[in-house]
């Protein structure tokens, strides 16, 4: 492969609004392709942005770092997560100044627009692949409209690439630029850190083993040297961090196994990552249009095989692919394996492989063999892209038009029927995160944590109170007060008496939305006043 001189690749970029455009006209400067479409981005993703109610897990990050006091303690909380704490942080600050929910939903989008800004601005794709990159289902929807920390690995991941491949030919390498973003990537999710590992092990072996790489280093040797170091120190906290509590019960266990089966089912996330279509219909998230398992194994094995095919022209590009994507099944495999916004950290891997493959070389410089093997891949690229906006599409028409979460509307109605002295008594932890995000002030009673109140769902072994109509009722009797039953389904159907003995009076119901296991049914238990009460029975577990 013959790359072209420094020269040259800047006169390029001077045409292409990069650096050194200052002879073309300030309105070409401003309307172009990586201006025109974040723009673009940015329109429709407010659009969904403003009708999208969050989830649990979004309301989950969000209450963490509203309900920390301080840094130490967001660290603590963040513990039973069992993630870096990056996007807590930023969080964190974020509500030092506002406590809006809608606020943690912009600053998100914002991520996902940089992260498409940058895509069409510096990665060497052709122009129809990176429209369609942007209205994608992961950068449109899963990393764009649900505000997560996988937003953070998107966007950290071409970062780097940017910066680390810019240079490609020049023989000079930005290494604190580069350990600081891969360092901030490892600190993003475990994911996050698995793509920061495949980084770093591809930019070692070139800084050793090619001669553009080890001229780098010799320009630059003591900054090459305490990048790493601090490098090595910021990944040795993200695995501290990541390690959670002896207490902790979030995600426990390991599975090595190989049976065949599980092997299939973990093969299967290589095609949902790179065809996230799914199944037309209101509970679509997590689908996939193609239901046959083995069908997805056959399918992702051979696009993966395919993808690392079209990689031949680069060993930076094909051993990243390798080391990411086998590090990402692995996790999957022993670990956790997940949903769609854990199968893009393979897409991630996937444009970032291409990305690193194509930095600083030029099609028309080559053989004519070359050349076929150069255009196969971007017709290949540009084929993923489309079926991913494909993706996309499914995923809006049906967020559009239902709620993806019924969670606002629920708290809504909650703050209306709540009489100052009730106590919120919610039968699923985890559930009740979206309600506290939407009504500040308020705590909920959670059997599962031992009886405590809180906000935000804590992962921890605790002796279990008895939840449901039965805890709820003990807990009246022991107050004296009115307690609000918090359930996710309907309790006894058409049996109106078996709710008059319990002395619970049904205040309000919503069915759920997208997200099928998140419905709200509320009901007001009334005290016995005249009887003296005794705690029930305790059940371990947690």
């Known amino acids: ?41 940015l329109i429709a993703g407010g659009l969904l942005v403003a009708r999208h ?21 967001l660290f603590v909380n963040v513990r039973y997560e069992g993630h870096p704490p990056l996007w807590h942080i930023l969080l964190w600050i974020l509500t030092r100044v506002t406590i809006a929910p809608a606020a943690m939903q912009w600053f998100h989008l914002l991520l996902a627009a940089t992260s498409v800004y940058l895509v069409a601005r510096f990665a060497p794709f052709p122009a129809i692949a990176k429209v369609l990159f942007a209205f994608g289902y992961y950068p449109l929807f899963e990393y764009g409209v649900i505000a997560r920390n996988y937003q953070l690995f998107l966007l950290l991941s071409v970062a780097v690439c940017v910066v680390w491949r810019r240079g490609a030919g020049t023989g000079r390498r930005a290494f604190v630029w580069i350990a600081v973003l891969i360092g901030l990537l490892s600190w993003s999710h475990v994911l996050g850190f698995i793509l920061a590992s495949a980084f770093l092990g591809v930019i070692l072996l070139e800084s050793v083993a090619t001669r553009e790489g080890r001229a780098a280093v010799r320009a630059t040797p003591w ?21 959670p509590p002896p207490d902790g019960n979030f995600s426990p266990g390991w599975s090595f196994d190989l049976w065949g089966p599980h092997v299939r089912n973990t093969l299967t996330t290589l095609w949902r990552a790179y065809v996230p279509v799914s199944e037309w219909k209101l509970e679509f998230w997590g689908s996939n249009y193609l239901w046959d398992n083995r069908l997805q194994f056959d399918r992702g094995v051979g696009m993966a095989i395919a993808a690392l095919l079209m990689l031949i022209l680069s060993w930076r590009g094909a051993l990243f692919f390798v080391c990411a994507t086998a590090g990402l099944l692995t996790f999957a495999h022993v670990k956790y394996f997940g949903g769609p916004r854990h199968y893009g950290a393979l897409y991630v891997a996937l444009i970032s492989a291409y990305w690193i493959a194509w930095s600083g070389y030029r099609p028309h410089a080559m053989s004519w063999w070359k050349r076929g093997l150069w255009l196969l891949p971007r017709v290949g690229l540009v084929a993923l892209l489309a079926a991913q906006v494909y993706g996309a599409y499914v995923a809006v028409a049906w967020s559009w038009s239902h709620p993806f979460s019924r969670g606002r509307e629920a708290a809504a109605a909650l703050l209306k029927l709540k009489h100052p002295d009730d106590i919120l008594f919610s039968e699923v932890m985890e559930t009740a995160a979206p309600l506290a995000a939407y009504m500040p002030g308020e705590k909920f009673y959670f059997p599962k944590l031992g009886g405590a109140m809180g906000t935000f769902a804590i992962w921890k072994q605790a002796d279990e109170k008895w939840g449901s109509f039965e805890g709820a009722a003990w807990l009246a009797e022991r107050e004296k007060r009115p307690v609000i039953l918090i359930r996710n389904k309907p309790a006894y ?50």
């Open 493 to 542: 159907g058409n049996r109106p008496w078996r709710l008059r003995s319990l002395r619970a009076t049904l205040l309000a119901g919503f069915d759920s939305g997208i997200v099928s296991d998140e419905g709200y049914y509320f009901y007001r238990i009334a005290p016995k006043v005249e009887e003296s009460a005794s705690a029930p029975a305790t059940r371990s577990g947690g």
């Open 53 to 73: 109610d969050m989830w649990r897990d979004e309301a989950q990050a969000f209450l963490i770092a509203r309900d920390s006091g301080s840094l130490w303690e």
């Open 1 to 41: 492969m013959m790359a072209l001189p420094a020269e040259q690749r800047e006169s390029d970029g001077a045409r292409n609004g990069g650096d050194g455009a200052s002879g073309i006209p300030l309105w070409c400067r401003i309307i172009n392709l990586p201006n025109v479409l974040t723009a673009l981005f």
């Open 223 to 243: 900054r090459f040297l305490g990048a790493m170091a601090g490098l090595a120190c910021a990944m040795y906290l993200s695995v501290k961090l990541m390690k």
